[in-house]
């Protein structure tokens, strides 16, 4: 079983912080990063799919970028406000374009 | 609309009733999987399939049958359900794997006593 680790394992931030969280995994299973959020009494839903080194993807205030021959990536959120406060998900895969490792997910909170 | 549905939602049961959970997608994906999630675990896949009549081991398939024999249904089997596998499990569906994202049904809560 690949071990993909996300640090911190939660946080709290005010409004209007920016923050940033990080995703390792071991570099030489690698095929595809995933980011996903996942809201509270909800399903995780996909942010980015990420498979080239050096990749980097943005979507509105979250951004995150890819280094494959380290093993990390790091998602930023500029700004944060109340609605961002969630889980945060990677997704590393492996074996073939088939296998799914997450990690166990960075839980957000945005204090008003 | 596009979406995964999974039944039934909530599911209490006793140890050993063989039940099974459904899924299915609408969305013509080949790749599909199943997920389950306990506290402090992050979600774990279960099996996937890779198309109809395709599929493979995830992290944790102990105590868990699938089939595939039409490309939207993806059904996961308890044969003996044990408490050790009461958790929370998502059935997801993709295009593809590698630059695909997942599309995640809505859960399902599954209590064995």
């Known amino acids: 079983i690949l071990n993909v680790e996300q640090s911190p394992q939660s946080l709290h931030v005010q409004e209007g912080d920016s923050t940033n969280f990080t995703c390792s995994f071991p570099s030489s299973n690698f095929y595809a990063l ?49 609605e961002d406060s969630a889980t945060y998900l990677c997704a590393l895969i492996s074996g073939g374009y088939q296998k799914v490792t997450f990690g166990t997910g960075t839980k957000l909170q945005v204090i008003p | 609309e596009a979406q995964v549905t999974q039944n039934p939602r909530y599911l209490i049961t006793v140890t050993g009733k063989k039940l099974t959970v459904t899924c299915s997608q609408n969305m013509n994906h080949e790749y599909m999987s199943w997920y389950r999630q306990d506290p402090g675990l992050g979600l774990r896949q279960i099996y996937y399939s890779m198309n109809v009549e395709v599929t493979d081991k995830g992290d944790v398939p102990e105590g868990y049958k699938v089939s595939r024999k039409e490309k939207r249904n993806f059904p996961l089997i308890l044969e003996s359900p044990s408490p050790n596998q009461t958790s929370l499990y998502f059935c997801a569906s993709s295009p593809g794997q590698r630059y695909y994202e997942q599309y995640f049904g809505p859960g399902t809560r599954l209590t064995v006593t």
Do not use: C
Request: glycine residues 8%; aromatic residues 14%; charged residues 25%.
């Open chain 1, 34 to 82: 995933h980011w996903y959020r996942w809201e509270t009494a909800k399903s995780p839903e996909a942010l980015f799919v990420m498979t080239l080194n050096g990749d980097e993807k943005k979507k509105g205030r979250i951004s995150a970028t890819l280094n494959t021959k380290e093993g990390y990536s790091y998602l930023y959120i500029k700004g944060s406000q109340p």
